[in-house]
């Protein structure tokens, strides 16, 4: 049996230092898993497109998201593209929540200098899509346990509260910590830089535990695949309910 190419389809940035950090990203993921392909495209924005890598990749593929939640991108983008070209590439979850993430913010929040009397912000990128929102409120539940102190979730762009809301009610703390919830910087890490608070933590980026988080989509996406009768295969994705069980 041919081993399916790993194919991770990012957003795109602008950013040199994010394309950088994702290119490191792709990087990690291959050396976790040594002599498995894999390939690293983008939505748009940034090069090399996944409708210009997808063709180009011989045998079976499995496509993870790396994206933080769902919403358009997840649920109009990428199928559209795929649909057009490369229909038979099997499409695994979105990355959060995770207690995989978790722990690799819990990690960049005490790199940041978090102490134990910091309010503490999820600043995430935000979505039109209530669905992807209540993903980032997930997040933030997750960390809130592992952290013992409430977390709340805020948003760069669409949804609330906005960053600047959520920065500007600090409760009793004197200082608020803002665990970055993107994956590489470009335009919303600066928009969580620049939000007025106090330590903010690195993006997720070249994460060891990010790089197994996305090995797990895709062994999720291969075994629900593997559980669904043929007849009854979707081209475009695994059974959502097996796709996100183990989130």
């Known amino acids: 049996m041919v081993t399916p190419a790993l ?18 990203l792709a990087e990690t993921v291959g050396r976790a898993r040594p002599g498995r392909r894999v390939e690293l495209s983008y939505l748009e ?5 996944l409708a210009e890598v997808l063709p180009a990749v011989p045998g079976p593929v499995v496509v993870v998201p790396l994206l933080l ?10 199928p559209a593209v795929i649909a057009r070209s490369r229909p ?13 993430l978790t722990s690799a913010l819990v990690r960049k929040l005490a790199r940041a200098g978090l102490r134990a009397d910091d309010a503490v912000v999820l600043g995430a990128a935000g979505s039109s899509d209530p669905a992807a929102l209540a993903d ?12 013992a102190r409430p977390v709340t979730a805020a948003f760069a762009s669409a949804g609330a509260p906005s ?16 665990a970055s919830y993107v994956l590489a910087p470009g335009f919303f890490h600066d ?22 988080l996305i090995w797990h989509r895709y062994e999720e996406a291969l075994r629900a695949r593997r559980a669904t009768p043929r007849h ?10 097996l796709r996100h069980a183990t989130r």
């Open 7 to 24: 194919v991770l389809a990012a957003h795109g940035t602008r950013s040199a230092a994010g394309q950088r950090t994702l290119s490191a």
């Open 45 to 49: 924005i940034s090069s090399p497109l």
């Open 69 to 78: 939640a769902g919403g358009y991108h997840v649920h109009i983008d990428l």
């Open 88 to 100: 038979d590439a099997l499409v695994a979850g979105w990355l959060g929540p995770h207690r995989l």
């Open 136 to 147: 980032v409120r997930a997040a933030a539940h997750r960390l809130a346990v592992r952290l």
């Open 163 to 178: 960053l600047e809301e959520a920065v500007e009610r600090p409760g009793s703390a004197a200082r608020v910590a803002i």
């Open 191 to 212: 928009r969580l830089t620049a939000a007025g608070a106090g330590p903010v933590s690195e993006p997720l980026g070249a994460d060891p535990d990010v790089a197994a």
């Open 232 to 241: 009854a295969r979707h081209p475009l994705a695994a059974p959502p309910d």
